[in-house]
């Protein structure tokens, strides 16, 4: 399991579905978050008792914890991406002009410049083309069988040890273990015989009274 998890989650090689990559980017993401949220905490908290080492340590711990969020978002969008015979170029390159597009933008903003004003609608056109690449991430299925990339699943680590230790689990029988309770019915019908001629009512017959 636990070789699983670090192929999924740091390798760039192989291929997953759309379910997978979902549940994976959800847990990421969680995981990111409260972590985060943590971190931060703590370092707003050192620096209200001046404890600047501390708040420093939080933050570079913050920092180095996006990184690694970064690249793990990275390896799940080049396996589902693999998944329907894409390169993770995509996904970089169309993120790289959505970038350079609005830094463009904002300066032709600030500078009234016409030529860097034209990046607005190259940015606009990169960031819709970004949008459609991650619905295709969510949405789409992969390709039936091999491409380029291998096999649906391909890249994975083999799970036959884990297979194997699931099947050597051996539950008992329902069927034997009742066969081997003990009869409680008449152990108690046994235990209470004595109880239950002593509790009988008495009656009148025709040479008086018999228990």
């Known amino acids: 399991m636990a070789s699983y998890i670090l192929w999924l989650l740091f390798s760039f090689q192989g ?7 979902f549940v994976a980017s959800m847990a990421a993401s969680m995981v990111f978050f409260l972590l985060q949220i943590g971190l931060l905490g703590r370092s707003f908290s050192a620096l209200g008792q001046h404890s600047f080492a501390d708040a420093s340590a939080a933050t570079l711990a913050s920092l180095a914890l996006t990184g690694v969020f970064l690249f793990a978002a990275s390896a799940l969008i080049a396996k589902r991406l693999h998944d329907f015979g894409y390169s993770l170029w995509w996904h970089f390159g169309l993120l790289c002009a959505v970038l350079v597009g609005g ?9 009234q410049s016409p030529v860097a004003l034209l990046a607005i609608p190259v940015s606009g056109l990169a960031g819709l083309g970004s ?45 034997s273990v009742l066969r081997s309770a003990p009869d409680t019915g008449a152990a108690y019908v046994t235990a209470n015989a ?9 009656t009148f017959g025709r040479r008086g009274v018999r228990a």
Not at 103 to 111: E, H, K, R, S
Not at 141 to 165: F, L
Not at 194 to 202: D, E, F, H, I
Request: net charge positive; glycine share 12%; proline share 9%.
């Open 103 to 111: 830094l463009l933008a904002g300066v032709g903003a600030a500078t």
């Open 131 to 175: 949008a459609v690449l991650s619905a295709m991430l969510l949405f789409r299925a992969g390709t039936k069988g091999d491409n380029a990339y291998g096999a649906p699943g391909a890249g994975a680590p083999d799970s036959s040890d884990s297979e194997d230790w699931a099947k050597s689990i051996k539950l008992p029988d329902p069927a």
């Open 15 to 21: 291929r997953i579905g759309r379910m997978l990559y």
């Open 194 to 202: 004595p109880m239950a001629v002593s509790n009988a009512p008495r």
